[in-house]
């Protein structure tokens, strides 16, 4: 039911939360910070899943599986790594339950503590190197293109259902290369294979960018990202990829013979995407009444409600109803029929507008008489009546939906580029933020404690420098200290 | 390489443990009991993943997922769950690390031990019917169809590849219905689908049966099991599917109003089978060489080695190779075509031997001037020529391979039949065990404390009261007591 739900104007935040309960896509969990996808959820992550898999095996790489527990030494061998992530691990200590002897419930047995403690993986980059040593011996075992489906932990104080939970579902991808260059061009590659994704696929504009020093990834030497804009004005990181330099093969002493039979070490890389995307994919497109999904990643694509008050009228409207799904079918098109008598066509209707169904169509008694169906776009919420004798209905359903998906991404891309200012002055950047918000375009002069001192003053970070930055001459927005180019920043989820 | 892997009927766990790790299936990992998975390894699971998420699905099951951490108190709601899995608990007490105050790595922070334990989960019926409460109201929400595909821990102490880990990943099947009758239907119905798994895409005949009172899960009223039988006479138990009865309802206080608006407790079952499955596969079928794969199970069903001395041999031959390519492309037949100069083609032969390809083609300069190309088939090592000018290769290939399904599940049938000995006496159950080994079909007289003598003097447990026992009267192998009908034993994975 829509009916209740807040409007975003009002409490974006608590639109989100309710949207994302009633539409039966996630739900907290009894076990803090972690939260249980519902199988509606879990449909639209699935339809995700496959296709970046099919991607990531275009670009020629294979799935593999490592272990969910790191010893908690391997962490540390990489300073900066253990430095990002010691703050939020779960560590498990003792293997073993037993009785407790005061007869209530079990208790964990003190005789069974580890000898080294494990730590819950929260990325796989010192499991996956320390296996990689022993995979790599030469130039020839080069490139290894390794892909994992895996869930991860960071354990967070404040949690919100797909945007930050304590455990999430994710993918890394984890390259070892013979050259730099090489390494490069796969953590670009890889960037650019998450934008597609996102464009293509989750009708979201994003920005390509490169991470300032102090937002790129623990243990990187660059971290490549896309960045997209929410319907509240804070910027969302959708993907991260990471070039690792020599530094993961220094920690676990991954060195390969050359073609010069020189030993050197390994280039590494490793790229990113989890359920996080599922929110991105919620806040970006969905309105007051409910979800708006892309057609490519709607686990329906359409639903027919038939219009009734008899069991002749259904049966008349069924009939030609399997006659549609058999067309659908035929070209690839998700349909469903709900012909349930339990609930009233009103009903129906807001409740697929609830669940993001692109496209509804409605058969009445009167509709068969005149040979006719409405059909109703949920992107838009514009109805039209699509009469059979002059159109091919399964046609106009397909190009409908390519025209739903092309819309949905359209509004976006202006929407982000709307939300885009770009201000001279720190009164400009101050004012955008607070009465605007979206990405601010602006001058920095390269350091940390400009960045520090800004995040401080406004909230807002540095979500990127755009790959396709302008060099132009400027002052730092801040200190009026000289900069090369405008960056990117927002306050972001 | 083949080479050096030793015979089964030598040291046949040495055997397997050497196959798995030369395949390039698996290998131990740094953390005691987990495994890595290794890409070609994991390509064989994700055809299994791929075929058990169609027919789960075409059964009407959708998949969701469910916390990885189970409160130490939930796994104590049913009792003899918790006893079932308190022994082998990996437990997380804490969730921050911090620098060791002696200035090297990370300790765990003493201040960070969580308020209640977490479990990792071992199984999730605990948390599931937990989350199930706030899901079923009314009839109207049963059944309630769900499966997980997940990654579950189980602390073992004697770990082997694939057939026991610390970790290991599987499917899990969570299901409430409205009366006891279309639960056991269903459990029943989730076993078949597992006996049909196994049968039509492992090749491996299965034994459908139920557990003794003393095998069955902790918290079931019935494990419905299927059965399968190695090559050294030792049984694994490949999938199982439980009644739960209403215990997981009453644990958690799952009720549900009636048609007659009267409140009960929901029906349950689970069902699962796991990474253990790729342990049957290698163990059913493979032989000295190495692995043999069923062709629908084959991450490459075909590959087209070359024989050639110089550049221009190879260039002809390639173009005969994609010619065959094509035509197998396009009947859905995955083939890879290895053009590498850095092997020999006997090199080739073995690896592909060794890695189980069903298929494998050679073309030399005399097979184009012929215009024929040698087939070898993996299953039997058979090897024919294929007349071109006689023969459409592709419709050649395709029947082949159905050939070697075929003839993998038989041979798999025969050496089941033929392991599968009924006995009437002591002596001859004995022998038996000892000197053939596989299954032992003998009377039983119901009690665990004869199942419990039998399995200390002989390391025999029942797999399973077979669903097409003969009732017929008897007396059990060792008590002599009445029995009703015969039950399978066999030492087992």
């Not at 989100?16 to 199988?39: F, H, Q, T, W």
């Not at 010691?86 to 580890?114: F, M, Q, W």
Request: charged content about 30%; proline content about 4%.
């Amino acid at each position: 039911m829509s009916k209740g739900l807040p409007k975003r104007s009002e409490d974006y935040s608590l639109w989100y939360n309710e949207l994302v309960k009633r539409a039966d896509l996630a739900e907290n969990s009894a076990v803090r910070g972690c939260m249980v996808i519902k199988p509606y959820g879990f449909s639209i992550w699935e339809k995700m899943q496959a296709e970046l898999d099919r991607m990531f095996k275009k670009t020629g790489h294979s799935n593999a599986y490592f272990p969910l527990f790191i010893p908690k030494s391997y962490l540390s061998k990489e300073a900066s790594h253990v430095e990002g992530f010691a703050k939020e691990c779960a560590v498990v200590t003792h293997y073993r339950l037993k009785a407790d002897p005061s007869g209530k419930g079990v208790i964990v047995d003190p005789e069974a503590a580890l000898e080294e403690e494990l730590i819950v993986r929260p990325t796989s980059e010192t499991v996956i190197w320390s296996t990689y040593k022993n995979w790599i011996q030469s130039y020839r075992d080069l490139p290894l293109l390794i892909n994992q489906w895996a869930n991860v932990v960071r354990w967070e104080m404040r949690t919100r259902l797909f945007l930050r939970t304590s455990e999430f579902l994710w993918q890394e991808g984890h390259t070892a290369h013979e050259t730099k260059k090489e390494a490069i061009e796969e953590t670009v590659r890889m960037m650019n294979v998450y934008a597609e994704f996102a464009e293509n696929f989750m009708a979201l504009p994003v920005i390509r960018g490169v991470k300032s020093e102090s937002e790129k990834f623990a243990g990187a030497v660059d971290t490549y990202c896309i960045e997209a804009m929410m319907q509240d004005g804070k910027a969302l990181q959708a993907g991260t990829s990471h070039f690792l330099g020599q530094n993961f093969a220094r920690a676990f002493d991954v060195k390969f013979a050359g073609r010069n039979g020189e030993l050197d070490h390994v280039w590494g890389t490793s790229w990113g995407v989890s359920t996080r995307l599922m929110g991105a994919l919620i806040m970006a497109h969905s309105d007051d009444n409910g979800l708006v999904l892309p057609p490519k990643l709607a686990p329906i694509q359409v639903v027919i409600v038939p219009i009734f008050k008899s069991e002749e009228e259904l049966a008349a409207i069924r009939e030609k109803a399997h006659e549609i799904m058999d067309a659908l079918d035929a070209l690839g098109i998700t349909v469903k029929f709900d012909d349930r008598d339990t609930f009233k066509p009103g009903w129906k209707f807001a409740e697929y507008e609830l669940k993001g169904v692109p496209l509804r169509l409605g058969i009445g008694p009167r509709d068969l008489q005149n040979k006719t169906v409405e059909m109703a776009r949920r992107d838009n919420l514009t109805k039209s009546v699509v009469n059979l004798e002059e159109e091919d209905l399964a046609a106009k359903i397909k190009e409908t939906l390519d025209d739903i998906q092309k819309s949905i991404y359209e509004k976006a891309r202006i929407f982000t580029q709307e939300k885009t200012t770009a201000v001279d002055t720190w009164e400009e950047f101050v004012e955008v933020l607070e009465n605007k918000g979206g990405f601010v375009s602006a001058h920095w002069d390269g350091t940390e404690a400009t960045e520090n001192q800004i995040k401080e003053k406004t909230k807002a970070t540095i979500r990127c420098i755009p790959l396709d930055q302008v060099k132009e001459d400027g002052e730092c927005v801040l200190s009026g200290k000289p900069s090369k180019g405008r960056v990117l920043f927002a306050r972001a989820y």
